[in-house]
């Protein structure tokens, strides 16, 4: 039988709490009290998810482990404590659970059961890549991590070829060369972006040509985001384009809108709007 319940303890019911994906103020005040207050904690890694409890000041005795190895075997345990009551505060050792992370069959059988789920919203690292990339962010599918072995890649992205989305996948350092390459095999030229270390101090968006960073990896540490623009229209400039042409008209002179209106001009595809955010941005990050 669980303990009442106080002013500070959520209700009964599975809560899925997305933590920071780097940076730790990214946390919710509604994550942190769920947190606090949830009678079991179900961590996809229980000492990562312990170091983020201690730095909020949080007891964290409330652990249970809940990973991909494991899950089918922890539901009877986690599904009566809840049938009995309980709460529990479902993790991932980053961003929203479920994304690439355990928990689908959890919350698909409380569904089934009629237990509350409630969702505490907060960081997702594919999400905050479609907000800082300056691609299409809409419509846009998320593959999360690519299978291993060639032909499988193949086969998961050889639906998206023609389809007017961007895609969002996560990667590795060491296959982040080869999965591009097949992307440019599968998918055509195309505008990439590696995100990486997401929030952290050492952030940082890589914008080229698909094929162009498929030969000329680079050598990146730490989380990575992959989003691989929508195919191009018919005569759609290329990213080299863009940055070759804003160059040139830069170097004629005159104020950053005057640039990108002359620039859009001669750039199918590109609005005047967008040029000069391109240029506002490149002049915020000269020293």
Not at 52 to 60: E, N, P, T, Y
Not at 143 to 164: E, I, M, N, Q
Not at 173 to 184: I, P, V
Request: charged share 25%; hydrophobic share 45%.
């Amino acid at each position: 039988m669980t303990e009442e319940r106080g002013p500070d303890k959520p209700a009964a019911g599975l809560y899925v709490v997305a933590t920071p994906i780097g940076n730790a103020a990214d946390l919710s005040p509604r994550a942190a009290g769920v947190l606090a207050g949830a009678d079991m904690i179900l961590a996809e890694d229980t000492r990562r998810a312990g170091l983020l409890l201690k730095r909020l000041g949080i007891a964290g005795n409330r652990f249970v482990s809940f990973h991909d190895h494991n899950e089918a075997e922890r539901l009877p345990q986690v599904l009566g404590h809840l049938r009995a009551g309980g709460s529990a505060a479902l993790v991932s050792d980053a961003g929203t659970p479920l994304l690439s992370d355990p928990g689908y069959r959890l919350v698909g059988a409380c569904r089934e059961e009629g237990i509350r789920v409630s969702p505490v919203p907060g960081p997702c690292s594919f999400v905050a890549a479609l907000s800082a990339a300056g691609l299409p962010p809409q419509p846009f599918v998320f593959l999360g991590f690519l299978p291993r072995s060639a032909g499988d890649v193949r086969k998961t992205l050889a639906p998206f070829a023609a389809l007017p989305a961007t895609l969002a996948f996560f990667e590795r350092k060491s296959r982040l060369a080869a999965s591009l390459g097949l992307a440019h095999e599968v998918l055509g030229e195309r505008t990439v972006c590696v995100a990486r270390e997401l929030t952290k101090v050492h952030e940082e968006f890589i914008l080229g040509e698909l094929s162009a960073l498929a030969r000329d990896c680079p050598d990146v540490l730490g989380e990575i985001t992959v989003l691989v623009g929508p195919p191009r229209a018919p005569g759609e400039a290329s990213e080299d384009d863009i940055e070759a042409v804003l160059a040139e008209e830069a170097a004629r002179g005159g104020k950053p809108r005057e640039v990108a209106r002359r620039a859009a001009a001669r750039l199918p595809g590109t609005t005047a709007k967008e040029l000069y955010g391109r240029l506002a941005a490149a002049a915020s990050r000269k020293p």
